[in-house]
């Protein structure tokens, strides 16, 4: 099993472009998030989904949005980038209420 | 407003020694406490995890030490290795929502020196 994986690893955008990151699981796993990680703030969720069809916000999710069109797939949208989103994003599943396992990242840079 | 508090943001121990990491939390409500592992480049895996009906829970070097009353939980790793080196975050949560979303602190770097 893959467990789950990020595309792309990294990337470079000029304020204004948009973007999708996509996130892939093989686990069958219900829940699925997106973080974004920053120097001294830890993880901050962005959105989460509990369900193929289903998405919720979470602690950070303005200038973001996310699609959950298939249960192994987990989509996080940029409309228009801003230098303030320069930073790591993870995303994780879970199966339930148990523990979350977390992808290898990707790291965005807006100029 | 940060929910988990989480110190030091750095700390250098010498191999064998024992480090600490502490965690404070403001929301009552939170009954599920697990300690996330990093190392540079990778995804945060679980190291460890405990319940607040719990004082400590113990596996292998890692030990989570948890006082309810304080709303505080602590990572101790004993013996620490060199391999121990990469960055830790605790995290609270509600174990019985849906969605099992989780707060975490901000981090600490630890670096074992051999």
């Known amino acids: 099993n893959a467990g789950v994986t990020q595309t792309p690893k990294f990337r470079v955008l000029k304020t204004g472009q948009s973007m999708t990151l996509l996130c892939a699981q093989d686990?069958?796993?219900?829940?699925m998030y997106w973080y974004r990680q920053d120097p001294g703030m830890g993880l901050r969720l962005i959105h989460y989904?509990?369900?193929?069809?289903?998405?919720a916000k979470g602690e950070v999710p303005d200038g973001y949005n996310v699609s959950r069109l298939k249960k192994q797939n987990f989509l996080l949208g940029l409309e228009s980038a801003a230098p303030s989103q320069t930073s790591v994003y993870f995303c994780?599943?879970?199966?339930?209420?148990?523990?979350?396992?977390f992808g290898p990242g990707t790291r965005l840079t807006v100029l | 407003q940060q929910q988990v508090k989480q110190s030091p943001q750095s700390l250098i121990v010498q191999k064998g020694g024992i480090s600490i990491i502490n965690c404070a939390y403001e929301?009552?409500?939170?009954?599920?406490f697990p300690w996330y592992q990093q190392f540079p480049g990778k995804g945060p895996a679980l190291l460890i995890a405990?319940?607040?009906?719990?004082s400590e829970k113990k596996e292998g070097r890692f030990t989570i030490s948890f006082n309810k009353s304080a709303k505080q939980f602590s990572l101790h790793i004993m013996d620490s290795q060199p391999g121990d080196s990469a960055t830790y975050f605790c995290?609270?949560?509600?174990?019985?929502?849906?969605?099992?979303?989780?707060?975490f602190g901000g981090g600490t770097r630890v670096l074992v020196k051999p």
């Open positions: 686990m069958n796993h219900e829940y």
């Open positions: 994780a599943s879970s199966y339930g209420r148990h523990t979350q396992y």
């Open positions: 405990i319940r607040p009906d719990v």
């Open positions: 929301n009552t409500a939170f009954d599920y």
């Open positions: 995290a609270a949560g509600f174990i019985k929502a849906a969605g099992n979303k989780l707060t």
């Open positions: 989904s509990v369900g193929e069809g289903t998405t």
